[in-house]
Nanobody, 124 residues
Framework: QVQLVESGGGLVQAGGSLRLSCAAS????????MGWFRQAPGKEREFVAA????????YYASSVKGRFTISRDNAKNTMYLQMNGLKPEDTAVYYC?????????????????WGQGTQVTVSS
């Protein structure tokens, strides 16, 4: 079992930026696809972005494409989400997660390890 710890959330004005980090325990971090999801109050958890083992392939939800960038540093066992051009509708708790495999990367049931989440609030 891997432990995932998110950090970097906070309150930002619309148009601002934040960088989220996800630190993973264990020595198998580089063997897994990883993803970011978010959940707003009263809504289902939704896919934000995912990244392949080496970071060579990335995937984004249409709502964040062009504004968010996912990356990873396997030497540091850490994944990142750079969020630019933030909008009030980006307000949510953001979670990082480890994928079960690489076949489907945008569905919550394809991930088996989750962090505790970090709150991102964007004011208008």
């Amino acid at each position: 079992q891997v432990q995932l710890v998110e950090s970097g959330g906070g309150l930002v004005q619309a148009g601002g930026s934040l960088r989220l980090s996800c630190a993973a325990s264990g020595r198998t971090f580089s063997s897994y696809f990883m993803g970011w999801f978010r959940q707003a109050p009263g809504k289902e958890r939704e896919f934000v972005a995912a990244i392949s083992w080496s970071g060579g392939s990335t995937y984004y939800a249409s709502s964040v494409k062009g504004r968010f960038t996912i990356s990873r540093d396997n030497a540091k066992n850490t994944m990142y989400l750079q969020m630019n051009g933030l909008k009030p509708e980006d307000t949510a708790v953001y979670y990082c997660a480890r994928a079960k495999d690489s076949r489907v990367v945008n569905a919550t049931d394809r991930y088996d390890n989750w962090g505790q989440g970090t709150q991102v609030t964007v004011s208008s």
